[in-house]
C-alpha cells in the first residue's frame, strides 16, 4: 500500500494559480470554494519588497483532528493517506471546518449553480466547439472510490454538505497525478509515494531541507514545502481575501 503525500517547492512557485484553475476544473467546485488555493505574499518595505506564492491544498494529515470529530465518520483516513470524505454521510455539522486548522473545509450554502463557468448550452458556444460541448459534471466524480467502495471525490457538491481536497483520488486510482500537480507548469508541485525511496517526493524530502504547515499542532501533514519557509509575522497577505488558514 502506497503512503502517499505532496511536495511543493516553494522557490519555484510563481504565483500563476493554474493548479487553483486545473482543480476547479477537474473537481467542478462550486463558485468561490478553492480546494486548492495559492496564498500571495509579500515581505520588506519598498523599495526592498519580496513577493512569494504559496499553494495550499488538504493537508491530508496523519493525524487528523478533522477526523477524530466527525460524528457520524463521514471524515476518514484511508490506508494510503488519503483524507477522504463520504459525501453521502457528511451530514453538515462542519465540525470538521472548526477543527482543521489549515481552513481547507468548504460548506456548501446553497446549491452549486450548473453553468457557473459557461452556459454550454447557448447557441454561439455550440457553433465554436461544433457540438464538442464538455459535460459539467465529471462522471468520475460520481463513483465510489477505494477498497471501502464510498463515495469521496468531488461529486458531492449538494447543499448542506462539507467538501475539501481530495488528492484527485479518481485520479491517483487510475495512476494519474493529481490535476494540481499534472497542470502546474513550473512542476513546483510533486506526487508520490514517501514510502518508495525511489518516488519523486522521497527524493526532494532527501535532498532539501522541508517543513511543514503549523507542524507544531502535531497534525503530521502529508504536504511537505521546500525552497522557503513558513509565513511569519513580516509577512504580508497580499490580496484583501479572508486567509483561510
Ligand atoms: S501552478 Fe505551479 S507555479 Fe502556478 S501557482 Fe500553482 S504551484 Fe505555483
Ligand atoms: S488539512 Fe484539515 S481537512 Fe485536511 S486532513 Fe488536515 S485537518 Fe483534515
Redesign the pocket.
Known amino acids: 500500500m502506497p503512503r502517499y503525500g505532496m511536495v511543493?517547492d516553494l522557490s519555484?512557485?510563481?504565483?500563476?494559480?493554474?493548479?487553483?484553475e486545473?482543480c476547479k476544473v477537474e473537481n467542478n467546485t462550486p463558485q468561490a470554494i478553492f480546494w486548492?488555493y495559492?496564498f500571495r505574499f509579500e515581505e520588506g518595505e519598498f523599495p526592498n519588497v519580496r513577493q512569494w506564492?504559496m499553494?495550499r491544498p488538504c493537508m491530508h494529515c496523519d493525524n487528523a483532528p478533522c477526523v477524530k470529530v466527525c460524528p457520524v465518520g463521514a471524515r476518514y483516513k484511508r490506508e494510503d493517506g488519503l483524507v477522504a470524505t463520504d459525501w453521502e454521510r457528511c451530514i453538515g455539522c462542519r465540525y470538521c471546518e472548526v477543527a482543521c486548522p489549515y481552513g481547507v473545509n468548504y460548506f456548501n450554502w446553497k446549491r452549486p449553480d450548473r453553468n457557473y463557468y459557461l452556459d454550454w448550452g447557448v447557441p454561439e458556444l455550440r457553433s465554436i466547439t461544433s457540438g464538442a460541448v464538455p459535460p459539467y459534471r465529471n462522471p468520475d466524480l460520481d463513483q465510489p472510490y477505494g477498497e471501502e467502495k464510498r463515495r469521496i471525490a468531488g461529486g458531492g457538491h449538494v447543499k448542506g454538505v462539507i467538501e475539501k481536497c481530495t488528492f484527485c483520488v479518481h485520479r491517483v486510482e487510475k495512476g494519474k497525478l493529481p490535476a494540481?500537480v499534472a497542470?502546474?507548469?513550473?512542476?513546483?508541485?510533486l506526487f508520490g509515494d514517501l514510502d518508495d525511496p525511489e518516488s519523486v517526493v522521497s527524493r526532494v524530502l532527501r535532498q532539501k531541507p522541508h517543513f511543514r504547515l503549523l507542524e507544531e499542532l502535531g497534525t503530521e501533514p502529508r504536504v511537505f514545502y521546500v525552497g522557503g519557509k513558513p509565513p511569519g509575522p513580516e509577512t504580508r497577505q497580499i490580496e484583501p481575501v479572508r486567509a483561510r488558514m
Open positions: 511543493i519555484r512557485c510563481m504565483g500563476c494559480r493554474a493548479c487553483m486545473a486548492m495559492v506564492f499553494p494540481c497542470n502546474c507548469p513550473v512542476q513546483a508541485l
